[in-house]
């Protein structure tokens, strides 16, 4: 695990808040598992109809079923309230700094 301040510093050098370093890595993760399922589903599709002789209504009840399998795992929940909360932080991120630019400029029209 990293220390917050060694990932406040790490997101500095490459120009990103912490919440926008998080959603880069989430995002990696995101394409690297997407990348993998593509292999995956291409490889069972070759499979199930050239090897096996599996007709495409079979393989459409089985695409089906295994979407209620997924639709039911609890990580993709975590990666929406993951994303939800950078956002949060991102949006109020921007509601600071607008708030710093009005205060700033109001302190500059009463010099």
């Known amino acids: 695990m990293v220390s917050h301040r060694k ?13 926008e370093l ?3 890595e989430i995002m990696k993760e995101v394409l690297e598992r997407f990348r993998w399922l593509q292999i995956l589903s291409h490889a069972q599709s070759f499979l199930l109809r050239e090897k096996l002789g599996i007709s495409d209504e079979e ?4 695409l089906e079923a295994a979407t209620r399998a997924v639709d039911q795992d609890a990580s993709f929940e ?4 993951g994303i939800a909360r950078l956002k949060a932080q991102v949006v109020e991120g921007r509601r600071g700094v607008e708030r710093e630019i009005q205060r700033e400029m109001g302190g500059e029209a009463g010099s």
């Open 78 to 81: 975590r990666h929406l309230d």
């Open 7 to 19: 990932r406040k510093k790490h997101a500095a050098r490459m120009g990103l808040n912490e919440p």
């Open 22 to 24: 998080d959603m880069l």
């Open 59 to 62: 393989l459409d009840r089985v």
